[in-house]
């Protein structure tokens, strides 16, 4: 017996070598954009769950919404010689700089639900390649789900008003869903405008005051697109409040609350996200980038995301 543990205790040295007996040794590291967020908090729980389903350790750190917190967070992780780390960036420009140090030092990097390079000129597929994988729902295609759904309420006898409820300013997210969003509206041939286009903290309170302030502007619009549920639980108090018969339609949906909004007929329809999920496959991502040296880099890892309203709410069983 002595002699299996000093073999076992070689193996776990080894570098090279990955085993479930080498498990308990092995960290892997969250870092947040703000967990404020019911979103965030959703990935790492799924983050947490599949990493302890592993046997690996887990740190869980918030930058509280701050990108200079966030890089000096990561690159405490870096000096701590963790074995992954992982996050949902702040800012997909200035988060290459942060996956380069980590390869430097041989610490493979997941980005979770944000894209990390210019995404402007890079397609959200096109993995930045210092990257283990990109773990996210494919935003674009979302949008293209919140659009095509938008086409099939929006009126057809005069060009449609649009208002764009966005989220913060510096996410990849916020053009990707637009973009997508667009994308579906012109392959179906609808006619529309975009009269405002604003962007809030991604909180219920900012889409509530931004949807009112275009109300007041446009009280003949005729639909609001939200960036995501809790911008869009917001907006639908916005629109009681006046009595408007403008539409809702939203995306990065799936939340409990948003849900509940959408079977009160408060919301149109939005597109189911999982936030838990996207937690779980970039743990798992991550651990096998740490213990398998020979894993495949820049790996673009997603889901499926469908449509949902009052009629199907059942497919977006798991709510956060």
Known sequence: MRQLIKQLGALCAGATTACMACAKDVTLAYVAASMKYPYNVAVAKGFQDAAKELGAKT??????????????????????????????????????????????????????????????????????????????????????????????????????????????????VVRQRTQGFQQALDKAGVKYRIVASQPTDWTPEKGESVCQNILTANPDLDMFFSQADDMAIGCARAIRAIGA????????????????????????????????????????????????????????????????????LSVCSSPW
């Not at 930045?128 to 938008?150: H, I, N, S």
């Not at 936030?275 to 798992?284: F, H, Q, T, V, W």
Request: include cysteine; charge should be negative.
């Open 59 to 172: 740190l869980v750190l918030d930058p509280q919404g701050s990108v200079e917190k966030q890089g000096n967070a990561i690159d405490d992780l870096i000096a701590q010689k963790v074995d992954g780390i992982s996050a949902i960036v702040l800012d997909s420009v200035v988060a290459r700089t942060w996956v380069d140090r980590a390869a430097e030092h041989n610490i493979p990097f997941v980005a979770e639900a944000v894209q990390v390079g210019d995404p402007d000129k890079t397609p959200i597929r096109q993995v930045y390649p210092k990257l283990a994988a990109l773990v996210t729902t494919d935003d674009v295609l979302a949008g293209q789900r919140a659009g095509e759904l938008a086409s099939t309420m929006l009126p057809k006898d005069h060009v449609a008003k649009i208002g764009i409820i966005e989220g913060a300013a510096g996410y990849a």
């Open 245 to 312: 018969k403008t539409k809702l339609i939203a995306t990065g949906g799936g939340s409990r609350l948003g849900n509940d909004a959408i079977k009160n007929g408060e919301i149109d329809g939005s597109v189911c996200t999982s936030p838990e999920l996207i937690g779980r496959l970039a743990a798992k991502a991550l651990y096998e980038a740490a213990t398998k040296p020979g894993t495949e880099k820049a790996r673009f890892i997603t889901y499926d995301t469908p449509a949902i309203t009052k009629a199907n």
